[in-house]
């Protein structure tokens, strides 16, 4: 079965089929088996090492960066994979997440990574806390080089930023979306505060209304044991699962004006003008 989409924002974009360590087991004989854009895909090992993967019968280019695997369903990448320089930063400590299934358009998914204002509802306790709700204003804008969104000088009161956080604080926040369906999230680290953690989301769209939802840390942590850092992470997505999935339509509308903007913030408005701009469909309703 091949791609479920014309939409060539994802087909001739690098999409994520998961973590590289997927392949550790993997032959032809016996392949990682997942799906993608309503697809089947199969990826394994060659003999010489070297990963492969194939969709309906076809290969398809695949590159491992950021220790995810990514391939181009249309076989013709219209640009680069994105840079994630903080991968390759020393001192920064790298640890997997590996990913969750969300019931919800991969759109929604990156969209609510973006939005600091259900920080005090759905994380309390965590990334912030009643009455401590405001978004205080920030900056947004495009870089139209790399065509990516940034949110810059944000910040928000937070009573436990991460698992190594001992007391609240005011955290500074900066959001990037590289891709429709990828973003990193940098924020203020708590035992190096002079420096900024990175979190990046990278979606499988597994189909328009389903994703996994990956998560890969480079954190100045040097303390945290990795399976406490993954677990932190775990719970913060836990708590956001099941809000996405009760959200209603699961696509996410485009045009101004059909959904009613309840998180109507600043970075989600230029989220929705941007996909609209390159016309994607994908997990959309335009
Ligand atoms: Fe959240």
């Known amino acids: 079965m091949s791609f479920h989409t014309t939409d060539p924002n994802m087909l001739d974009s690098w999409l994520t089929i ?6 550790k087991d993997a032959s032809q004989a016996s392949p990682y088996r997942t799906k993608l854009l309503g697809a089947d895909v199969l990826a394994w090992s060659d003999a010489g090492g070297n990963p492969v993967a194939m969709a309906a019968g076809k290969l398809l280019p695949l590159q491992a960066a950021y220790g995810y695997l ?12 994105f840079s994630f320089p903080e991968y390759a930063e020393p001192g920064r400590r790298l640890v997997d997440c590996d990913g969750i299934g969300v019931a919800v358009s ?12 259900h920080f005090p509802y759905v994380h309390a306790s965590y990334l912030g806390e009643v009455p401590q709700t405001e978004v205080a204003p920030y900056e947004v804008s495009i870089d139209e080089v790399a ?8 910040r928000f009161f937070q009573p436990r930023t991460s698992k190594s956080a001992t007391t609240g604080m005011e955290v500074q926040y900066r959001y990037r979306v590289m891709q429709p ?7 203020t680290a708590f035992t190096y505060p002079g420096h900024m953690d990175a979190i990046g989301l990278f979606v499988q769209p597994v189909s328009e209304e389903s994703v996994i939802a990956y998560c890969m840390l480079a954190f100045f942590d040097d303390a945290t044991p990795e399976v406490d850092m993954i677990a932190f992470q775990h719970t913060i997505f836990g708590q956001d699962k099941p809000i996405l999935e009760n959200q209603r339509p699961k696509r996410m509308p485009l045009k101004p004006g059909i959904e009613i903007p ?12 941007w996909l609209m701009a390159k016309g994607v469909t994908y997990g959309a309703i335009v």
Not at 106 to 117: K, Q
Not at 181 to 187: D, N, Q, T
């Open 18 to 23: 998961g973590p590289a360590s997927r392949l």
């Open 70 to 81: 990514w391939v181009c369903p249309s076989t013709r990448p219209a640009k680069p994979l």
């Open 106 to 117: 991969g759109l929604r998914m990156v969209e609510n990574f973006l939005d600091m204002g």
């Open 147 to 154: 065509d990516e969104i940034w949110a810059t000088e944000c």
């Open 181 to 187: 369906m990828s973003a990193i999230l940098y924020k």
């Open 262 to 273: 309840t998180r109507c913030d600043a970075t989600s408005v230029a989220y929705r003008r």
